[in-house]
């Protein structure tokens, strides 16, 4: 089996390429008739895609700093990344209350703060899946 070690910038810019395919998804099925079918499907894709990426990033990961709250900071931060770059090139309407007020930064913060702690507790939990398949290994 190949194996490929992914570098922290590797796994930022796929982070950020995987939400925002996901957030354009949404966006163009939320515009058809299929809607209240594709929506759902789409997000549990992105959340599968996004999910493996920290699967194979926390195996990846050398220390368990590294697999606890760096990869989920570039998650949360690719997050806010995607959505910005999405609305810049091609929905506006994600970014119609952007203004740089102190108050849209602490609005940008929160969510960030809210996506990183769902990325902290899924990291935790594949981290320890994962520290429990290796000793289940080793025995």
């Known amino acids: 089996m190949i194996e490929y070690k992914m570098k922290p910038i590797q796994f930022g810019i796929v982070g950020i390429v995987l939400q925002a395919v996901g957030l354009v998804a ?3 099925i939320s515009n058809t008739g299929v809607s209240a079918l594709g929506k759902p499907i789409v997000v549990g894709l992105t959340l599968l895609g996004v999910t493996l990426l920290l699967w194979h990033g926390i195996k990846q990961a050398k220390t368990r700093q590294a697999a606890l ?3 989920p900071a570039l998650l949360a931060l690719g997050y806010v990344v995607a959505f910005h770059v999405v609305g810049a090139l091609g929905s506006p309407g994600l970014l119609r209350d952007m203004e740089f007020t102190p108050e849209y930064l602490l609005s940008v913060s929160r969510v960030t703060a809210i996506v ?4 902290v507790v899924a990291a935790m939990l594949l981290y320890f899946v994962n ?3 290796t ?3 080793k025995t």
Do not use: M, Q
Request: aromatic letters at 32%.
């Open 69 to 71: 709250f760096v990869l």
């Open 131 to 133: 520290a429990k398949k």
């Open 135 to 137: 000793l289940i290994r």
């Open 26 to 28: 949404f966006i163009l």
């Open 116 to 119: 990183f702690l769902f990325y």
